[in-house]
């Protein structure tokens, strides 16, 4: 990580000319750099959340290298070396703060409570809306749910477009129904490659 913040240097407003196409993210009119950037490991899951410096200069980096898209959700928290909480989407929100959010698109999702599961229009509501106080945004560019969308949310402003995170092929099809989906967030890799048989 050390050697990657050293080469990061004062935030450029623009991305490097010429190094990231950009491209139409499913039908409804989204358009994202071809590569983005997934923020989760900045706050959580892999050790200790980077400080608001380190993070940001990581950030930085992809952007000057021409990624203008950035992943983010309410559920990557965690605590910095000093045990304080750090919250993903707030970090996030100072990167686009220094970059403009006309130079970016920011992706962000709900997640039910394990123990609840709620997905009623008012709970998931009132998840994005504080997702967007911590983003320090009007508007997300894409919100993923982990269930069955609501159309209402791109009515309102709040977001511009829909997609499913970790959904099965009968949820990706009922939700396209429901309303037209721009992205399907799934894990592939070498190594988990069960969605190959029912969803790619």
Not at 96 to 104: E, F, I, S, T
Not at 168 to 190: K, M, N, Y
Request: charge should be negative; aromatic fraction near 8%; hydrophobic fraction near 40%.
């Amino acid at each position: 990580m050390d050697s990657l913040l050293s080469c990061c240097t004062s935030v450029k407003t623009e991305p490097d000319d010429a190094q990231m196409q950009v491209r139409p993210m499913g039908s409804q009119g989204m358009k994202a750099s071809v590569q983005g950037f997934g923020c989760m490991g900045l706050t959580a899951f892999y050790g200790k959340a980077l400080d608001d410096e380190k993070a940001i200069a990581v950030m930085e980096k992809a952007f000057q290298l021409g990624v203008t898209h950035y992943d983010t959700a309410e559920m990557y928290a965690g605590k910095d070396a000093a045990g304080n909480d750090k919250f993903n989407e707030e970090v996030v929100g100072k990167f686009v703060a220094k970059v403009g959010k006309d130079k970016v698109t920011v992706a962000t999702k709900y997640f039910p409570s394990p123990d609840k599961a709620d997905c009623k229009r008012e709970v998931v509501r009132d998840a994005l809306d504080r997702s967007l106080w911590k983003l320090g945004l009007e508007y997300v560019d894409l919100y993923y749910l982990h269930r069955i969308p609501s159309k209402e949310l791109v009515n309102e402003g709040k977001c511009r477009y829909l997609g499913l995170s970790e959904a099965t092929p009968e949820e990706i099809r009922l939700a396209h129904e429901i309303h037209p989906l721009t992205a399907v967030q799934q894990e592939w890799s070498l190594l988990i490659r069960n969605l190959e048989a029912d969803v790619v």
